[in-house]
């Protein structure tokens, strides 16, 4: 496969100009005009981590690319010296997280140059779902052949993957080992039609291509190896992109097009979202568990979904539940709120799109606790709510000011999402400048709330890994 793979760069033609897309979080700061590299101990610019979704065949949210913001990397492709200066940066961030993987179960993408493959503190990133991805356009032609051999072969040891991000021209080096991810740039094959539809020659074009590293993945003689290539379609723009690049055969998707919200409908579910809602309004009134469990025992439905989450190994419990008023004792009001909160996410049947969305509103909610928590802030459970709540009107499809009147929420959750006043507003205001590319807000919003770029950074992926638990639990 991988001769296939040489013989493909080689033979391609000279690339079109790059497209810019939208990313999902920001940088902040510029940096100095500088031609030299960054040492290890040398100071780091101020860079937000930029994240997009990576979706699996199963339209669901199979990981995240973490990179710049596309003000950034339109500046990476000009000078290898600030592409390095970026790239340390992007990698002391997530070298600065704790535990055995970025985002859980999830796969993490990174994208970094050449150079950037013997950053010392490679090392210490978690290794578990990890994909490397080498981006050679416009890397240095004097580059160690030896070295890097020697640090992809130990980043492969410790348990990272080693991706590559394809290119319509130039030859892949002899120092890079068979890869196990191909990244495809759709926009290349575009060229000069932009983000237009796809014309039939690029659709075959692409195919082919495609076809011909299945076909030399089959020759290979070590199987198992040959088993683990994955070929992601990146930059895709429209749900026409998605769908040719899914029956071409494509593993994973990211793009613009997963926030498409064209001709959007809200989604149905099979849970009854006005029981719910009365539900939280009568814990919030505290009413009697007598009261609780007869409201639930007219839905079997949810008092079936209740027992089954008191009794998954994620609450941990040493003994089962049989009853509803059990539950309500030993979970605890908020808990139980907490959980009904997150059911008014569920959906039936849901595409890329309605799980786009979920994701959108837990990782919205889940952020906004963790910055909460870093800016040492008591009110967490109202900061979950406030930001989960701030997407309910896309979720009925009714205004927003008819949704919170439903439901008896606290006074400064109602405050922040209606009138946008208060401390639960800014922290709002934060955590949606985090999903856009705007630099000047974030930058602005984070420093009246006395949070530091480390601290946002670190509540960025603190949130991501914990939405993958949560958006479980809404699709269970």
């Not at 860079?47 to 065949?57: D, H, M, Q």
């Not at 009107?393 to 946008?420: C, H, M, N, W, Y």
Request: negative net charge.
């Amino acid at each position: 496969m991988f001769k296939h793979l040489r013989q493909l760069f080689s033979s391609a033609e000279v690339p079109p100009p790059a497209v810019s897309r939208p990313l999902s979080a920001v940088q902040t700061k510029e940096l100095p005009d500088t031609s030299t590299g960054i040492g290890e101990n040398s100071e780091v610019p101020d860079v937000f981590v930029c994240r997009e979704a990576i979706l699996g065949r199963n339209q669901r949210i199979a990981g995240y690319e973490f990179r710049h913001s596309q003000q950034v990397q339109s500046r990476l492709m000009k000078r290898a010296a600030v592409r390095r200066f970026y790239d340390d940066a992007l990698i002391r961030n997530l070298a600065a997280l704790k535990g055995d993987a970025l985002l859980g179960t999830r796969h993490c993408v990174i994208e970094l140059s050449p150079a950037s493959f013997l950053h010392p503190l490679l090392a210490q990133l978690p290794k578990r779902n990890l994909t490397l991805l080498l981006s050679l356009a416009g890397s240095p032609k004097s580059i160690d052949g030896q070295s890097m051999r020697a640090a992809l072969s130990a980043l492969r040891e410790q348990g990272a993957k080693i991706g590559l991000r394809w290119q319509r021209q130039g030859e892949v080096p002899e120092w890079m080992p068979e890869p196990d991810f191909v990244y495809f740039p759709l926009r290349d094959f575009l060229g000069s039609e932009g983000n237009s539809p796809v014309q039939e020659s690029v659709a075959y074009e692409l195919s082919q291509v495609v076809g011909k590293l299945r076909q030399g993945k089959r020759g290979l003689h070590d199987e198992e190896q040959a088993a683990s290539l994955r070929l992601i379609a990146g930059e895709l723009s429209t749900p026409a992109d998605f769908s040719l690049c899914y029956r071409i055969g494509f593993d994973f998707f990211q793009g613009s097009f997963i926030n498409n919200r064209d001709d959007w409908k809200p989604p149905r579910s099979s849970i009854n979202r006005l029981r719910i809602m009365q539900l939280m309004n009568d814990i919030r009134q505290n009413a009697e568990n007598l009261k609780l469990v007869q409201e639930l025992k007219h839905d079997p439905m949810l008092s079936y979904r209740l027992l089954r989450y008191c009794n998954s190994p994620a609450i941990g419990l040493q003994h089962q539940i049989d009853t509803l008023d059990q539950a309500l004792t030993i979970l605890g009001r908020d808990n139980i709120y907490r959980w009904l909160s997150l059911l008014l996410f569920h959906m039936a049947d849901p595409g890329y799109r309605e799980w786009a969305y979920m994701e959108q509103a837990l990782a919205r909610a889940t952020l906004m606790e963790c910055l909460g928590r870093a800016a040492e802030r008591r009110e967490l459970d109202a900061m979950f709510l406030t930001g989960l709540f701030s997407l309910l009107d896309q979720l009925f499809g009714e205004p927003l000011p008819v949704l919170v009147s439903k439901i008896q929420l606290p006074q400064d959750v109602t405050a922040a999402l209606i009138d946008r006043t208060g401390q639960l507003a800014a922290f709002l205001t934060l955590a949606e400048a985090c999903e856009a590319d705007d630099p000047a807000a974030i930058a602005a919003f984070a420093a009246e709330l006395g949070l530091s770029d480390a601290a946002v950074n670190q509540a960025i992926l603190s949130a991501l890994s914990r939405t993958g638990e949560l958006a479980e639990l809404c699709a269970d």
